[in-house]
């Protein structure tokens, strides 16, 4: 009877959750040293290293980084020769000091920053015809947006001479239809009036003449016009900031959180692939951007940069 109460025990006994991240090392210069909870050793710190609590961040001589902090929503700079321990509610400065002390208007990390690669990346695209690379639908495509005039676009299809867009509501009634040259456009303020918080649906032809070569169709959902006006509030501000200190890819981080925090993936996933750009690999930053691409049907990043 022992034997089996203790075999019994053994096999309920739950298993710890990971600890969450409470910030991230949004810049690093020199020589900055990251100590996790419960480890005596140091290792090399990186931009972009998420910081768990517990974990301790010392810098050397004549070195700096910048975190961010997101359960009091700030961010900082730490001093040459300098310690922090970042616990789950606050933080300690151990040695040296901090400057460029600040509030951020939103810190929400990502719920999971740690994902596998999708594996359904054609999600949302129908096609005419099979081919190589479909046709992809970038934006709005399955996302949120915060205005009543979105900006649509696509990537070019090959032998296309022009594009057929339109947009329905939900009882499929036709609000626009236009003829495009190029590969965007955006909702005119003469069409038919969108609503706050309700979803549409659109859909592009390609065509050659009057033949159709490919089409995509996909969806998007205007916010609640309060949701919107948070969001465009707090993306104003951490534009400012990132003109004011464009070393530092914090304020992008947080654009990044904010856009996946109100659903507005494909803007997003736009702001991981800078950042991958900007700071080289990050296992989190990549899976972050395949988990989302696979949400929005993309099977590769837009080129170039949206205008």
Known sequence: MGRRFIWLAFFVAPVLPAAEPVGLLSMVSGEVQLIRAGESAPS??????????????LTGANSEATFLFCPESRAAKMMAQSEVQFDT??????????????????????????????????AGNMRLRPGDRPMLLRSPANTLVTSLTPRFRWDPV?????????????????LWKSDVS????????????????QKY????T??????????????????????????????????????ANPGDIGPLFLLAFLYEDNGMLDEAVRLYGELAQRMGPQDWVQNRMNDL???????????????
Do not use: H
């Not at 296309?160 to 499929?172: F, M, N, S, T, V």
């Open 44 to 57: 090399a710190a990186r931009t972009a290293d998420l910081i768990g609590a517990g974990d301790r961040v």
């Open 89 to 122: 509610a606050s933080l300690a400065v151990k040695k040296g000091k901090l400057a460029e002390e600040r509030k951020v208007p939103t810190c929400r990390l990502p719920a999971s920053l740690v994902l596998a690669a999708a594996s359904k990346l054609q």
């Open 201 to 204: 649906r659109w859909r592009v």
């Open 206 to 243: 390609a065509k050659s003449g009057e033949d159709a070569v490919d089409e995509a169709g996909s969806s998007f959902q205007v916010m609640p016009n309060d949701q919107a006006e948070k969001v465009r509030a707090a993306a104003a501000e951490l534009d400012q900031q990132r003109t």
């Open 158 to 174: 090959e032998n296309a001479a022009g594009y057929e867009i339109k947009l329905q509501d939900r009882e499929e009634r036709i």
């Open 182 to 197: 190029g590969t965007e456009i955006s909702y005119p303020s003469t069409a038919s009036p969108l609503a706050w918080g």
């Open 293 to 307: 691409m696979g949400k929005l049907g993309w099977d590769r990043l837009e080129s170039g940069t949206p205008r």
